[in-house]
């Protein structure tokens, strides 16, 4: 599986000093936990704060996912058919 680097850039109004920290932290850790969700396998992230942009540079990140297999039943079958059918 190809490994790719992704720079992610959030454009925005000022931003408050004193949260840049905080702000940047929160997209950090939310980014992890939407990839590792995602199933999408990384190297590291760097998270990067400005008053006026958040970003991140995703370190060898897994081009695709890999492929899964998931089933899903339908109702049962008194649930899904009445007396008639």
């Keep these: 599986m190809s490994k790719h680097t992704v720079l992610f ?3 925005c ?6 949260s840049l920290k905080k702000l940047r932290d ?3 850790a939310e980014t992890v936990k939407g990839l590792k969700d995602a199933g999408l396998a ?3 992230i760097e998270a990067y704060a400005a ?3 958040l970003a991140l540079k995703i370190i ?3 081009g ?3 492929d899964t297999q998931k089933r899903f039943d339908g109702p ?3 649930a899904a058919f009445d007396a008639e059918g």
């Design 9 to 11: 850039e959030l454009g």
């Design 13 to 18: 109004e000022e931003l408050p000093p004193k």
């Design 26 to 28: 929160a997209l950090h």
């Design 42 to 44: 990384f190297d590291s």
């Design 51 to 53: 008053p006026r942009r």
């Design 60 to 62: 060898n990140v897994d």
């Design 64 to 66: 695709a996912q890999a």
């Design 76 to 78: 049962a079958k008194q």
